[in-house]
């Protein structure tokens, strides 16, 4: 079974950025895709970000594009998302998630993290 423990979470200023990581435990990060959702108040859990096993490819929400990038650390065990240029509408909870695929449903989920965008 695999723990995720997302951080970095805040309030920060329209414009400004910050960092999310999500450490995992309990199993073989390098053998996890990873991906980045968030879920605002009355909304439906959204697809933000996901990156491959080994790295090499990662995807976006139309949203976040230009704006957000996501990388791993494989010996850390762990994903991080780089949130910069942030927008009110930015704010949510937002949750890792680990599969053993590299396509197809997320199989673990984190707690989440808030973040909260000023405008």
């Known amino acids: 079974q695999v723990q995720l423990v997302e951080s970095g979470g805040g309030l920060v200023q329209a414009g400004g950025s910050l960092r999310l990581s999500c450490a995992t435990s309990?199993?073989?990060?390098?053998?996890?895709?990873m991906g980045w959702f968030r879920q605002a108040p009355g909304n439906e859990r959204d697809f933000v970000a996901s990156?491959?096993?080994?790295?090499?490819?990662?995807a976006f929400a139309d949203s976040v594009k230009g704006r957000f990038s996501i990388s791993r650390d494989n010996a850390k065990n762990t994903v991080y998302l780089q949130m910069n240029n942030l927008k009110p509408e930015d704010t949510a909870v937002y949750y890792c998630?680990?599969?053993?695929?590299?396509?197809?449903?997320?199989?673990?989920w984190g707690r989440g993290t808030q973040v909260t965008v000023s405008s």
């Open positions: 990156i491959m096993r080994s790295g090499g490819r990662t």
């Open positions: 309990g199993g073989t990060f390098s053998s996890y895709a």
């Open positions: 998630a680990a599969r053993a695929a590299n396509f197809g449903a997320f199989d673990f």
